[in-house]
Structures are given as structure tokens and as C-alpha cells.
């Protein structure tokens, strides 16, 4: 007899751990949408990186299951970086990264990993058409004007609508914080297979510059809602002063990140650098920016601090710090 011995439920679908009579356990992942492109992923990259046994699937009742890795489950890069887990982050940023030295050009409306930026423009959209006040303000970050929100999505749009030619590269294509383990297994297929270079760095750094220990944390019905604790231990350092007039936001904040998880994008980053597959004049920033304003919804942002933290990040990656380059810069100061 099976019996499940833990259920979580998300957005997306749900997910049980499933125990035998023997003891053995099983993660099985039942999704709404999306399970082809899981299937497929996991065969693409399995040859590629560390993943756990593919068990059984059903394409009709939406659902695949996998061997149960105790590492994806209790000790992912989240306890790595936010919690107490030892990892060795070389060998982390080696798995992220091992596959970019093998890249080829291609258009980047064709990636698996597009499903987060050319297909969520439309939701990004609606915000050019909301009445909202604040997306009129000039958003002023230390003394400096950079245009208002509604412009920054503007911006936005049209950097990701120029039928850009990008480097690809063989990934997971989804590298959060949950998807991959302190031992460097990969977990989470659907966007695995060919991606965008571009795309990859920007989900990263979206993910890690503020969203996975915050932001997802309080406002997403995600995986990652149960690190409530995470939210505690660092709700302090992820605030912004403000000053709201009728006209303008001046915004102002010091530190963000926790020094583990800044030396961690630092290295993640270089190793890009070094790499030098991307341009040195690409803009990258508004593709970070687009990943910092979704999944996440703005309009659900309630706190004032904390959408003013994610309209200024908004302005500065699309205005300021729009290169490789420039991103390092902004990342080194906080
Ligand atoms: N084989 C597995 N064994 C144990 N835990 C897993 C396994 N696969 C995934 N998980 C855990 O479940 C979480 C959600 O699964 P994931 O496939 O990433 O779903 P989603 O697409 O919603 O992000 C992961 O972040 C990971 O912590
Ligand atoms: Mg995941």
C-alpha cells in the first residue's frame, strides 16, 4: 500500500510525497499545465546533469512522478544560501553554468525559457493601461530621476521586442533556489532544453537579487511559500525608505542582500563575464527587470516599502544598470 505522507498545493498544481510499504518514497508532481514540456525537458537534460529517476507518468491525469531525493526536499540552494547547509559554491555555479561554453545563435523567441518574458508581456501590459497613480511618478532613486514605472515597462517591451538573436545554451531553464540541491541535483524540467542565455542570467538574478527570500515568499502561492522563516529572518533588509509626493517617489535603500548570497551572484556572474559570450554592450537589465515584476503581481503588492523597493530595482535596471557590466557595479554597492 502507498500512502502520501505529505501534500503541498500551489498555483500550479500539487505535490505529494508518496511512502510504500518498504519505506521507499516518491515525489509525485501533478500539474495543470505544462507536463509534455516536463516529460520532454527531463529527457533532454538527464544527460546532462544530476536528476533524480524518472518513475512513471500519465499525460492524461497530468502527472509524473520521481524517486524521492531527500536534497531537493530539505536541503536545496534555499537552506544553502538562506539557512545553514553547507554547499561548495564552485561546484554550484559549475552545474548552473556547465553547459554556456557550448552556445549557438539563435532567435530568442524560440527558447524554452521564453514562456517567462516574450509570453508575459501581455501581463506586464496591463499595467500601461491601469490608473494606477503610482505608475505616473517619477521614480527618483538617490537624487537621480529615472521616469516614472509606466515608462520603465515601456522600455521594457520594446528591448524584449526586438526580434533579438541571442546566445543559446543547453539548460534547466529555471534556475531558482528550489530547483537545484547543496549536491548540485536538478530538479523542475518544464523549461529544460535549449534557452536563452539572456533569459537564464535574468531568471537567476531575479530570483536571488530579491524575489526567492522575499517577495515570492509573501506574495506568491508558490513552492516557496513554506519558507515563512526565511521571510522573518530577512524582512529587515529587504525595505526602502520613501518620500511620496503628488508628482514623484524618491526612494532610497542601503543594503538588500545577505552577504552569502551576494558573493554567490558575484561568482555566478564573473564566471559569465569571463565566459565572454554576451556583449559587452547587451541590455540585459530590462530582462532582469522583467523577471523582478513577474511572476510576481504589482497590483498585489500592498505593502508601500515593498513596491516601491520593486519599482525602483524596476527603474534602475532598465535606466541605470543596463549592462553585464553595469549589473556587477550595482551588485558589489548593496
Ligand atoms: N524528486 C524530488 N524529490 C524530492 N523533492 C523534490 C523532487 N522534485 C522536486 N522536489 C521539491 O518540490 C519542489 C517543487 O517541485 P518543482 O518540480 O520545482 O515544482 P514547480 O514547477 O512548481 O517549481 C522543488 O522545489 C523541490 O524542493
Ligand atoms: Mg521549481
Redesign the pocket.
Known sequence: MKKIIKT?K?N??S?Y?IEDELNNKS?K?Q?KNGILN?IEGYNFIKYYYNV?KLLEYNIVDKEIT?????D??YN?MHQGLFGDSPFNQNKIINVLTSNFRNFKFQNENISKNSIFFLRRISNISEYLTQSDKDFEKDIIYNGENLGTFKNCVKTIIYSLTQNNIVPFIISQG?P?D??ISINGTI????TAGDNSLINEIAIFLGCYLVNCYYYYIKYMN??HKQYTETLEKYKNLVRCDFIETEKSLEINFSKLLPDKVKNFILAYLKQVKDLEIINSGFKLGPYVAMRMITPVDITNVSDKSDRYLLFALTALFTKKYVTLADIIKFIRGI
Do not use: C, Q, V
Request: hydrophobic share 30%; no cysteine.
Open positions: 503541498i500551489t500550479k498544481g505535490y510525497i515525489f508532481k500539474i516536463e533524480p520521481y524517486e524521492f531525493n531527500d531537493l526536499f536545496t529555471d531558482t528550489l530547483n530538479t523542475d524540467f518544464e508558490s513552492p
